[in-house]
């Protein structure tokens, strides 16, 4: 019976390694979905075709009265414009701090992959930092912009993501996730936006 037990013990400990580490992968996994445009989105500036030099533009074809629309006919609703692929990540900043904790690390080590993948290895990326109320409007811009450098110089170092391929910039406590009255501590308000702003 022992070694029955035993047998099913270790079972048990190989099962969980096995579906414990491609859970980390499908957290790189999710931010490559996230993060990858549309094909519509990455054709939105290839529809302008320039006109050659000495090339005459096509001219304007005169519509008929009969052709005309009624001028109480609806007018077509405009389509919307496609928005750009992001991902909002907490980061685990301690309220007043731009340090990387541990926990923030694992959730950049996540995007760090998502960045360095096939599939996003040709994009650039703007960094967009929050903050949560605390404290004062200027002091929370400056913080804000403090946080977009820290993840920007981490996934440089450790995934070596090229300078040229990362903005990084900070909005402050100007677009909060969770609306809070001011002077309270959010984590969620703690974050750092990735925005895919093509190649």
Known sequence: MR????????SGVLLSAAFAAPALAQSAQQLINQLKPSGAL????????PIAPGEAPAPAMQASPAAMPAMNAPAAKPQAMPTAPSANLIV???SGSAALTPQARATLDQLGKALTSQQL???HFKIVGHTDTTGT?????????????????????????????LQASGVG?????????PN?????????????IGQ
């Open 3 to 10: 070694k029955t037990s035993f047998k099913l013990a270790l």
């Open 42 to 49: 990455s054709d939105t500036t290839r529809g302008i075709k």
């Open 92 to 94: 685990d900043f301690a």
């Open 121 to 123: 290895a040709a994009y």
């Open 137 to 165: 409007a200027p002091q929370n811009q400056t913080l804000s912009e403090q946080r977009a450098d820290a993840v920007k110089s981490y996934l440089q170092t450790k995934f070596g993501v090229a300078d040229t391929r």
């Open 173 to 181: 406590e100007a677009d909060l996730a969770v609306q809070t009255p």
């Open 184 to 196: 309270t501590p959010n984590r969620q308000n703690r974050r750092v936006e990735i925005i895919n």
